[in-house]
């Protein structure tokens, strides 16, 4: 003989399974809110360190050469319209920076502004030779080259041109 199933047993078998599929969809909908919002903070953290960072170093600056009125006592530098992730893009402000401080950081601006026309170009193309490289973030190949520079008050500010490079540093080139 044949035994029917129990009706109250379909019923709660199918609101447990309603119950469990809505935890599931529940605890993605959580996690990916929650990793949206970590990456929000990571991000800004970064940022913020970088701004910190900057500071406590125009501060040094300042305090060193308080008494020089036409030394370079900060060197910034700016991307030209770059469509690369603004993480990538401080990484790659930094290195910059990072290479033209021994250069400039602390002598005189006239080097820049006075002397003969060709001594300025040949520290311009200088400047330009330094910046001008393939620069590595996260396994990822830059070029930058440097098309310009401006000088205000006692601030170096040099305009990058930053563009992927052909290959990546860790990739596999087949010929």
Partial sequence: MKRQPNPRIARWLAGAGLLFSGMIIG??????????????LVKRNTELFDENENLKKEIQNLNKFKHSQSVVKKITVRL????LDPL????????????LEPFYEGH???????GKESERLA???KLQ????NQYSVNDQSYK???TGIAIVQTELIVFVKTSAALG????????
């Fill in 27 to 40: 605890s993605a909908l959580y996690m990916s809110m929650h990793q949206a919002n970590f990456s929000q």
């Fill in 129 to 132: 030779e330094i910046v001008t």
């Fill in 168 to 175: 990546s540093i860790g990739s596999f080139h087949f010929r």
């Fill in 88 to 99: 990538v893009e401080q990484e790659l402000r930094q290195q910059v920076q990072k290479k």
């Fill in 144 to 146: 930058l080259e440097a």
């Fill in 80 to 83: 030209e319209k770059s469509t």
């Fill in 123 to 125: 520290e311009i193309r």
């Fill in 108 to 114: 005189s601006l006239s080097i820049f502004t006075s």
